[in-house]
């Protein structure tokens, strides 16, 4: 057995007892997290999810990263899926009372993945020009929508990691933005659940500049311009099992 997967402890829940089908490797990950009021956001989640909130807050994350490894479990990485660039924009949610994320868009730049992840994962991958760079210490993050028949989506920001790196402590708001172990998607009335596996994060403060972001346009924008909570962790080996459907709860 893999190394990380042997480490559990930090979970809120068993990994499952079936085995893995995909690994990833994440890498100059940037956590940008916004209060939303939990009303707003009700508005915009499946009704069979119920909202999970932090302080009687919800919280929209937008988060863009590059994939170093990206492997089907028994072959080998696959030239053309191998690696790209992401950008996921995301709530929290449970259901069943094990919580996890809800992904309202994940854009991507290979076509490849995105369709796998669209037909396989029901999720709402989108295509789009990516740019992940690091120059002198700062790491440059571009993403902008190929389709006009999409919504809008754009993303610029530049970031540069300030701290050591540091664990999460039980019961924060920093362990609560960042420490899920699956995800949410419903289609035709059915949920469904994706779990995921990986270490504890160990995250670095981070400064960032927000030079364009249009990836929530379906709230409204005051509530993307107060200065977000921020985390930067620089690579996590993730593991990934296949969709489960969950009875109702």
């Given at each position: 057995m893999k190394e990380e997967l042997q480490i559990t402890g930090h979970r809120p829940f068993p990994l499952p007892d079936k085995p893995w089908v995909m690994e990833q490797i994440w890498n100059d990950v940037l956590f940008a997290h916004w209060p939303v009021p939990a009303k707003?956001?009700?508005?915009?989640?499946?009704?069979?999810?119920?909202?999970?909130?932090?302080?009687g807050h919800a919280w929209i994350g937008i988060v863009p990263f590059w994939i170093s490894r990206m492997r089907v479990r028994g072959l080998p990485p696959l030239p053309m899926m191998k690696t790209m660039n992401e950008l996921n924009v995301r709530t929290y949610v449970e259901y069943g009372g094990r919580k996890g994320v809800y992904f309202f868009s994940l854009d991507a730049d290979n076509f490849l993945a995105v369709a796998g992840a669209r037909m396989l994962y029901f999720l709402p991958y989108m295509n789009a020009e990516m740019q992940v760079d690091q120059e002198e210490g700062i790491i440059k993050y571009e993403s902008m929508r190929k389709s006009a028949h999409q919504q809008r989506g754009q993303f610029k920001a530049h970031s540069k990691p300030e701290s050591s790196p540091f664990n999460s402590q039980p019961g924060s708001l920093d362990e609560w933005l960042t420490e899920r172990y699956c995800l949410w998607v419903t289609k035709s009335e059915k949920v469904y659940r994706g779990d995921i596996h990986h270490t504890k994060w160990q995250l670095h403060k981070v400064s960032v500049s927000i030079h364009e972001n249009t990836m929530t346009s379906f709230l409204p924008d005051k509530y993307l311009k107060g200065e977000p909570v921020l985390h930067y962790s620089p690579q996590k080996h993730a593991y990934f099992w296949p969709l489960i459907r969950e009875a109702a709860p």
């Open positions: 707003i956001m009700k508005k915009h989640i499946p009704s069979q999810l119920t909202l999970d909130t932090f302080n």
